[in-house]
């Protein structure tokens, strides 16, 4: 038996969590099957098809997939899963949006954003905001799982799998695709970026926090992050925030940036392999878990920062 | 429209959690417990469509022990009309709440269903999902924003990329993101109201689902420790440093 892989890919390209996910599926073990349901997607198809690992890429096409409408993808995938074993989707938003409605249909008690497979049914996941890592032991016939991406590194060279193109239900469907409001940023994807520049309340204003965090992300070539505070307060749109109920991240530096460190904003970063803070209050829990921390006022350090790197 | 909102009850999200030294769990005896707070986010959206007039009635619903009457209390206190309490100290999983949430749905029929996206002590983010798929309806998961359209419910969605906006048909399950509203205290007048409002008492063998466990925990650790690091005194310190392990 073999193992369903969900792609996540924007019908012209693959999303890094495709690989990442094939890799938890290897980690697993069996064939490795690639779903790709999408509108106009024989890129996002054939960039999948060379992924290492890959037997077989499922390439599914239909208006409603266009937007990934997690009705249509459940009735795409629920009567695929007769022959296969276990469903993987990445735990992004999309992911986290279908594969419930896929579990339950199935009979199946998924299990949320796996950072480690034990065996074929045992598994780790961060739980209580990543305070706890929870060993679980599933009991169903099927294994239905999310993946968490930080977790797994996609394994590098190239495959030659086929692409089999199959057929998707037309619907209709009962939710309709309206309109999307994407971020356009020419910077790293925060998901995937090697380096991360992140800011906080103390930012104060959706101007400054333009004006101080920006600059410092482009002279590091980082992807921009936030807290959840700086999200509310409308300082950064909400597909900046790191956290527990935002974006998991795990660069190679993590720069905080008026950032206290709540548990779940720790949730989101405590990952990445240098952390650095910079914060004027010196008892600040983010300190407890930076690699380097530089207390003092961030309005006077940042630039001194961006202009000497 | 009728409003069905189920409410968790978690550990508060202000206090840390402690893995029990045996492994099995999480300690929670004698911690402050809550409302989960995309649960509060829930009830205040419900409460927000009636004071619109578009709702007419919210029935506040938990599963879980005795104590969760007290979480009941609070969807009440914030505008809830009534409650219902499915009893049970066992850990019911997503899966099993959904089917108990759909049988309370063929009851009261509501027209929509408001849940959090996710509860912070499980982090499973699955159980309106879940609802709406052994329902058949459509979901708005992830909601910063939801509007009557005629007949349908426009739901704006956080995305990874950004926002995404969809046009359910009714009957529909949304599941609450954090920018959908700020919940409100409930006033003290209002508490004492609440406690007026009923509560029907149940268990899940009313129901006739099975809520055996489908997982089992091996065990719960810890997670790695990250050790603090050090102070640097200036910028240049923080630069030296960070060339100095190749972090730029
Ligand atoms: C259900 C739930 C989910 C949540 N999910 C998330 C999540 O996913 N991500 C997340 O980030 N949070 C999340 N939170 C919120 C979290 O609890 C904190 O409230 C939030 O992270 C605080 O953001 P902050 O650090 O920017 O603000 P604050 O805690 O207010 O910290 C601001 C910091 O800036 C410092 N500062 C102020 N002025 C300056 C200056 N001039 N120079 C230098 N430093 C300065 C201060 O010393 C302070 O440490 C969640 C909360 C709940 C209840
Ligand atoms: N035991 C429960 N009782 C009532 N509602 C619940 C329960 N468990 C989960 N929910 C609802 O489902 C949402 C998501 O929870 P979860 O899928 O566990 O992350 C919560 O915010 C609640 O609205």
């Not at chain 1, 998901?191 to 959706?206: C, E, M, Q, T």
């Not at chain 1, 590091?220 to 597909?239: E, I, K, M």
């Not at chain 1, 720069?255 to 990445?272: E, N, P, R, T, W």
Request: net charge neutral; hydrophobic share 45%.
């Amino acid at each position: 038996m073999a193992v369903l892989v969900l792609a996540e890919h924007s019908n012209a390209a693959l999303n890094d969590a495709t690989g990442k996910t094939v890799a938890a599926a290897a980690a697993y073990g069996g064939d490795i099957d690639v779903l790709v349901a999408g509108h106009n997607a024989k890129a996002a198809a054939d960039a999948a098809a060379k992924l290492p690992g890959v037997r077989k890429v499922l390439h599914a096409e239909g208006e409603a997939f266009s937007h990934s409408l997690a009705e249509a993808v459940e009735a795409l995938v629920v009567p695929l899963m007769a022959n296969y074993e276990a469903f993987f989707a990445p735990a992004t938003t999309t992911g986290k949006n279908v594969t419930p409605r896929i579990a339950a249909k199935l009979d199946v008690m998924q299990i949320s954003e796996i950072s480690k497979v034990v065996s074929k049914d045992t598994f780790e996941r961060p739980i209580y905001a990543g305070n706890a890592i929870l060993t679980v032991k599933s009991n169903d016939a099927k294994k239905v799982v999310t993946v968490r991406g930080t977790a797994f590194q996609a394994a590098t060279g190239s495959g030659s799998a086929s692409v089999e193109t199959i057929a998707a239900p037309a619907g209709p469907f009962k939710s309709a695709f309206v309109s999307e409001e994407l971020q356009k940023s020419d910077r790293p994807e925060l998901a995937s970026a090697k380096r991360v520049v992140s800011g906080g309340r103390a930012l104060a204003s959706a101007d400054q926090f333009n004006q101080y965090i920006l600059p410092l992300a482009d002279k590091l070539g980082a992807g921009v992050g936030a807290s959840r505070a700086a999200v509310d307060a409308g300082y950064a749109p909400n597909d900046f925030q790191v956290g527990q109920t935002g974006k998991v991240v795990a660069p190679e530096l993590y720069v905080a940036i008026g950032i206290s460190g709540a548990i779940q904003h720790l949730a989101g970063m405590k990952d990445s392999k240098i952390i650095v803070a910079i914060n004027k209050d010196e008892e600040a829990p983010i300190f407890q878990i930076a690699d380097y921390g530089l207390v003092g006022d961030l309005f006077k350090i940042v630039p001194e920062l961006t202009s000497k790197l | 429209m009728k409003v069905l909102v189920p409410v968790k009850r978690v550990i508060d999200p202000n206090v840390r959690p402690r893995v029990k030294a045996d492994g099995s769990g999480v300690d929670l005896a004698n911690i402050k417990m809550a409302m989960n707070p995309f649960c509060e986010i829930a009830v205040e959206e419900a409460v927000r469509l009636k004071e619109k007039g578009v709702v007419t009635e919210i029935v506040i619903v938990s599963i879980g022990p005795a104590q969760a009457q007290e979480t009941i209390r609070i969807g009440l206190a914030m505008g809830g009309d009534r409650g219902i309490l499915v009893q049970t100290d066992a850990m019911v999983e997503p899966l099993a709440v959904a089917k108990i949430l759909a049988k309370i749905v063929e009851a009261e029929k509501p027209e929509l269903v408001i849940t959090g996206k996710q509860a912070i002590d499980d982090d499973s983010n699955q159980t309106g999902q879940m609802l709406a798929a052994i329902l058949d309806w459509p979901q708005g998961a992830f909601a910063s924003s939801i509007t009557k359209d005629g007949d349908k419910l426009k739901v704006t969605r956080e995305v990874d990329g950004g926002l995404q906006t969809v046009s359910l048909n009714l009957p529909a399950v949304v599941t609450t993101d954090l920018r959908l509203n700020e919940p409100r205290f409930a006033s003290l007048p209002n508490i004492m109201k609440a406690k007026k409002k009923p509560i029907d008492m149940k268990t899940p063998a009313d129901f006739g689902v099975d809520i055996a466990p489908r997982l089992t925990v091996v065990k719960v650790a810890e997670p790695r420790k990250r050790e603090a690091g050090e102070k640097v005194a200036d910028v240049d310190a923080l630069i030296a440093k960070l060339k100095s392990v190749g972090a730029i």
